[in-house]
């Protein structure tokens, strides 16, 4: 499990970006893959997901995922909350509720862990390139904000994705973010004649249009590092039929 400088000092929450290390899952599945989309054994989910509320708290309730879509849809966790078989279908979570570990599965893409350490709220953002596209975390953003939280209160966390040395990409896809913004042509490198796109400083440009200025990323390329994550875009040039999912989590006390 991988924390966070800045999220650490907070003595009011728990949190942990968790690799493919210490689980119970095997094969291309190997070890700790927390994705229930996956078609790894359901039994093997379940006792991942149970290892990884059991680092977070013990006596927390289950772990609240979604069923994520790529999409800008957020979902709001109030004191009436109550859980079900049936997933929400977000790409982003918030609460200010106690001992509900909220979670986002990656792999790939970036989790995003936010925290108001005023208000007292957490959120989770599944951001790949589609999520980020779509403006998921103003969105977030704002609903915080509209909940009383406050910009400058907000800590903010990048965790491992896919890095620009890994992330190279199509013309049409640079042309796509070019029609929202030509400034976004900051976030596209030429490395060794193939172009590249870097999603964690997409990201952060996107914290800071929203005057978020307390942010870490954490530059681990998840892509690259095959021993400790999961990688879709590593399976897919491996030809592997599938690929596990990366579990990132925070909770409040």
Excluded at 21 to 50: H, M, Q, T
Excluded at 58 to 66: A, D, P, R, V
Excluded at 89 to 103: C, F, G
Aim: glycine share 4%; hydrophobic share 40%; aromatic share 10%.
């Amino acid at each position: 499990m991988i924390t966070s400088k800045i999220l650490s000092k907070q003595k009011k929450i728990k949190h942990g970006f968790f690799n493919r290390i210490g689980g119970k899952s095997s094969g291309i599945y190997k070890s700790l893959n927390c994705g229930p989309g996956s078609n790894d054994f359901k039994s093997k989910i379940k006792e991942n997901l149970k290892i990884v509320k059991n680092r977070i708290n013990k006596k927390s309730k289950n772990i609240f995922l979604m069923h994520q879509m790529h999409s800008n849809k957020i979902f709001y966790i109030n004191k009436n909350f109550k859980f079900s078989k049936k997933k929400i279908q977000a790409d982003a979570v918030i609460t200010d509720q106690k001992k509900i570990p909220i979670a986002i599965l990656t792999a790939d893409c970036a989790p995003i862990l936010l925290y108001d350490k005023k208000k007292i709220m957490i959120a989770a953002i599944h951001a790949g390139w589609k999520g980020a596209y779509k403006d998921i975390i103003t969105k977030v953003i704002k609903f915080m904000l509209n909940k009383g939280c406050k910009e400058k209160n907000i800590i903010a966390t990048i965790g491992p994705c896919i890095q620009v040395e890994s992330y190279n990409v199509k013309v049409d896809f640079l042309k796509k973010f070019l029609k929202k913004d030509k400034k976004n042509k900051v976030f596209f490198k030429d490395i060794k004649n193939s172009l590249h796109f870097n999603l964690p400083n997409f990201i952060k440009s996107r914290l800071k249009s929203n005057k978020i200025s307390n942010v870490e990323a954490i530059k681990i390329d998840t892509f690259d590092d095959k021993n400790n994550f999961f990688s879709a875009r590593r399976s897919l040039r491996l030809k592997h039929a599938d690929y596990g999912r990366n579990i990132s989590i925070i909770m409040i006390n």
